[in-house]
Every structure is written in C-alpha cells, then in structure tokens.
C-alpha cells in the first residue's frame, strides 16, 4: 500500500499545512498529523481507521495536514477516538463540561 503522504522530508519539497486560522500554507517539512476536513478531526498519520478509508479509495480528497497539535485545535479539529483515544477522552469530557486530571 503506498502511504497517503511522505513521513520523512524531501528536499525541495513543499507540504501544503492548515494553519491555527484554518487556511493552507506551504511549507518545507512535512505534517506530522492528518485530518479530515469534513469531519474536523485530526490524527495519527498512521491511523488504523483513515488508513482503511484510504485503502478503500475515501478521506484522500478531504484529507489536510497539521505541522503539530496545539495548530489542529486552534483550526477547530478535534483528535481522533481511534488513533489518539487519551487526547478524545479530554476533548469529549471538556466540552461535555466534565473535569478531568
């Protein structure tokens, strides 16, 4: 299977990332999380379930790239419940209104 997108640098290369204001930017390094536009959430670039969705030809033409995590949440994503299960379970408790340490 060939991955949806390059894990390691390429010289010369430029990424296109969404930036905290949720507009695309170029850049020389890579992602290192990818999200799905539709959904606004983000995760793992080796996410089990968006690779599936890829495997079966779906997500790739709405998939965008964060260069960190603190950027994704400022856009308005939120984490994957597959991939990043601890991250989810905060999100969901804040904005259910629960604490959590």
Not at 13 to 37: F, I, K, M, Q, V
Not at 53 to 76: K, L, P, S, W
């Amino acid at each position: 299977m060939t991955p949806a997108r390059p894990v390691a640098d390429e010289p010369g290369r430029t990424y296109t990332l969404l930036g905290p204001d949720g507009r695309p930017y170029p850049s020389p390094t890579p992602g290192t999380l990818g999200e799905h536009r539709r959904g606004r959430l983000y995760g793992r670039l080796d996410c089990p379930s968006a690779l599936r969705a890829i495997a079966r030809g779906h997500y790739v033409g709405h998939r965008v790239f964060f260069a960190d995590e603190t950027t994704a949440i400022a856009a308005g994503y939120r984490p994957c419940a597959v991939c990043l299960p601890a991250e989810y379970a905060r999100w969901k408790a804040n904005r259910e209104g629960i604490t959590t340490s």
